[in-house]
């Protein structure tokens, strides 16, 4: 696919457009058919040492009260996700690299393993170094989600302070896939200053790369940080609210031609720009949802952005309402199944 090709699927309106999805749609289902994977995402600590410009829990923003779950705490999050039977668990957390930290995620990682042998195991807790995931992965994580939220390295510079490197977070990539994870990445779409030729080069970079699994969302305000404290940069994202909606829809389907057999998630910040966000990601090119099962005490402390949905709610509740927009919207909750990345096994010819 040229990229002339690419540029007009992702500025498609109409008929275009559902023309685009509905070719996306097909892909997918040959892959996945109606089926929805879940992963129940424990997001079990908001102390972070980056100060990324775009992120609510960043560690310039002393605003925000700061907390980690206890392991006693997390356990039951465990026993609900069993309960549910999502057949795996996503932790995700604010960046740390003390050996504090990587003690107390090796701990959580072996805990679930031991006490739940069969449940998919995902972290994403940033740029770790190579010693430490290799631990982690013998700990029993098998997957691993980093997002390189742009593929262009001047345009990371600008969201980023200084000290982060986008060469640095392509290395932890790399190191992921050299101790055989599943590797998930993505980017935010319709980022002040990204241009559409950024996206092209986004969608080359992940097939190039040879990702396994791809969470990618909309970019959000947060009035707590540096991007968004900016009023025309407030000013422009919710002129182009439904642009950027459109936009990451687009560039889903996309994907999805792209990559038939990778896992997509629908992520949690389509559901700020459109009511059923997620869902129509989900009719249209992803095959994977994470329902919360943070405590609800803990919700309103970990928030990346503005308006994140479900904040008032609890495990039990996000379980029936999602299972519920699933079913409406025409697609199959899959309970009791891992639902590793087929783009993996294929990678590795087994
Ligand atoms: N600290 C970990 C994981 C938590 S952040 C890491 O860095 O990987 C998870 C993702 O949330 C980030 O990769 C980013 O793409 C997304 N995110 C952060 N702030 C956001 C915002 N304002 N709008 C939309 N997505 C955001």
């Known amino acids: 696919m040229n990229d002339s090709q690419i540029k007009n699927w992702l500025l498609a309106t109409d008929k275009d457009q559902q023309n685009l999805f509905k070719k996306a749609c097909s892909v997918k289902e040959k892959t996945f058919g109606k089926r929805v994977w879940f992963r129940g995402i424990i997001e079990f600590s908001n102390i972070c040492q980056n100060n990324c410009l775009y992120c609510g829990i960043r560690k310039g923003n002393k605003k925000q009260e700061r907390f980690k779950m206890s392991p006693d705490e997390i356990l039951s999050c465990l026993k609900f996700i069993d309960k549910a039977d999502y057949g795996s668990v996503v932790y995700q957390s604010g960046e ?42 013998e700990a029993g994580a098998t997957r691993y989600l980093l997002r390189i939220e742009t593929s262009n390295p001047k345009l990371y510079a600008k969201l980023h302070p200084a000290e982060m490197s986008w060469e640095k977070r392509f290395q932890c990539l790399k190191d992921l896939q050299k101790l055989d994870y599943q590797v998930g990445t993505g980017v935010m779409i319709g980022l002040p200053d ?101 405590p609800q005490n803990y919700r309103n402390k970990y928030l990346l952005y503005e308006n994140k949905p479900c904040i008032d709610e ?22 009791g199944e891992q639902g590793n990345s087929p783009f993996f096994y294929q990678r590795k010819n087994v």
């Not at 389907?253 to 038939?260: D, N, S, T, Y």
């Not at 996000?318 to 899959?334: M, T």
Request: aromatic share 10%; hydrophobic share 45%.
């Open 96 to 137: 740390m690299t003390s050996n504090s930290f990587k003690n107390y995620l090796l701990e959580i990682v072996r805990l679930a393993h031991q006490n739940f042998p069969n449940l998919g195991i995902t972290i994403s807790c940033g740029e770790q170094d190579f010693e430490f995931l290799k631990a982690l992965k």
């Open 194 to 294: 990204q241009t559409i030729e950024d996206l092209i080069n986004d969608l080359h970079f992940f097939v190039e790369n040879k990702f396994d699994m791809f969470g990618i969302g909309p970019y959000v305000i947060h009035e707590d940080t540096p991007l968004s404290n900016d009023s025309e940069v407030q000013r422009w994202w919710h002129k182009n609210k439904s642009r950027n909606f459109n936009l990451s829809l687009n560039f889903l389907a996309v994907l999805r031609i792209l990559q038939p057999n990778a896992n997509i998630a629908a992520a949690t910040a389509c559901d700020v720009l459109s009511p059923l966000g997620r869902m129509k990601v989900l009719q249209i090119a992803g095959n994977v949802i994470m329902p919360s099962v943070t």
């Open 314 to 335: 609890n495990a039990e509740k996000c379980f029936y309402c999602l299972n519920q927009k699933i079913v409406r919207a025409g697609l199959r909750p899959i309970f």
